[in-house]
T-cell receptor, first 112, second 114 residues
Framework: AQSVTQLDSQVPVFEEAPVELRCNYS??????LFWYVQYPNQGLQLLLK??????LVKGINGFEAEFNKSQTSFHLRKPSVHISDTAEYFC??????????FGAGTRLTVKP | KAGVTQTPRYLIKTRGQQVTLSCSPI?????VSWYQQTPGQGLQFLFE???????NKGNFPGRFSGRQFSNSRSEMNVSTLELGDSALYLC?????????????FGSGTQLSVL
C-alpha cells in the first residue's frame, strides 16, 4: 500500500538553529513530492514541490528539500529558523492516478 | 482571485445527526478534494470530484458522501454522526486535478460531535 511517513511528530528547536523534518514514502513508481505548512487556525499552503529535474528544491521562507530516490525520502530543511516558522508541516506524495496522500504531520516549535 | 471558501467555519452536532459542509473552489478550478484532519492522524483523504464526477475515494464508510455541482462548488455530507467524526474537514481545489498541480486549501470546517 502507498504510504507517507513523517518520522517525527514533534520537533522543538531554538531560534536560529538549523532544522530537518523527515519524510519517507513508499512507491515503486514515479511520484511528485510536496511539503505544505499549516499555521494555527488556517488551511495548508504549499512550501515547495518536486516534480522533476534537480533533486534540491528551494521553496518559500528559506526552506529547501532534497529528493532521494534510492532512499525514497524528501526531507525538509532550513538552516536557521525563526519564531514565525512555528507551525505544522505536512509531507505529501502525488501518484500518477492523481491520488495525493499526506503524512501525519510534524509540529515544529521554535523557542526563543 | 478569491481563495477556497468553506462554510460553516464551526459546527456542533450530536451523535446520530447528519451534517452538510460546503466548499467553493477558486474560480476556474474544476477539481475539489476533501480531507479529514485529526491530531496525530494527519490528513486522511476522503474523495475527489472533477466535473461533477467522483474520481477518487479514500477508505471511509458510506456515511461519508459528497457531490459537485456544475459551478464546481462541492458539498460533503456525513450521516449518522459518531463521536469519532469530530475533526477539521478541509477542502482543496486544483485546476484540473493533475498529480503535479498543487492543492489550494480552504481554512476548514471544525466539526464537533457531542
Amino acid at each position: 500500500a502507498q504510504s507517507v511517513t513523517q518520522l517525527d511528530s514533534q520537533v522543538p528547536v531554538f531560534e536560529e538553529a538549523p532544522v530537518e523534518l523527515r519524510c519517507n514514502y513508499s512507491s515503486s513508481v514515479s511520484v511528485y513530492l510536496f511539503w505544505y505548512v499549516q499555521y494555527p487556525n488556517q488551511g495548508l499552503q504549499l512550501l515547495l514541490k518536486y516534480l522533476s529535474g534537480s533533486t534540491l528544491v528551494k521553496g518559500i521562507n528559506g526552506f529547501e528539500a532534497e529528493f532521494n530516490k534510492s532512499q525514497t525520502s524528501f526531507h525538509l530543511r532550513k538552516p536557521s529558523v525563526h519564531i514565525s516558522d512555528t507551525a505544522e508541516y505536512f509531507c505529501a506524495v502525488a501518484y500518477n492516478n492523481n491520488d495525493m496522500r499526506f503524512g501525519a504531520g510534524t509540529r515544529l516549535t521554535v523557542k526563543p | 482571485k478569491a481563495g477556497v471558501t468553506q462554510t460553516p467555519r464551526y459546527l456542533i452536532k450530536t451523535r446520530g445527526q447528519q451534517v452538510t459542509l460546503s466548499c467553493s473552489p477558486i474560480s476556474g478550478h474544476r477539481s475539489v478534494s476533501w480531507y479529514q484532519q485529526t491530531p496525530g492522524q494527519g490528513l486522511q483523504f476522503l474523495f475527489e470530484y472533477f466535473s461533477e464526477t467522483q474520481r477518487n475515494k479514500g477508505n471511509f464508510p458510506g456515511r461519508f458522501s459528497g457531490r459537485q455541482f456544475s459551478n464546481s462548488r462541492s458539498e460533503m455530507n456525513v450521516s449518522t454522526l459518531e463521536l469519532g467524526d469530530s475533526a477539521l474537514y478541509l477542502c482543496a481545489s486544483r485546476p484540473t486535478g493533475k498529480a503535479n498541480e498543487k492543492l489550494f486549501f480552504g481554512s476548514g470546517t471544525q466539526l464537533s460531535v457531542l
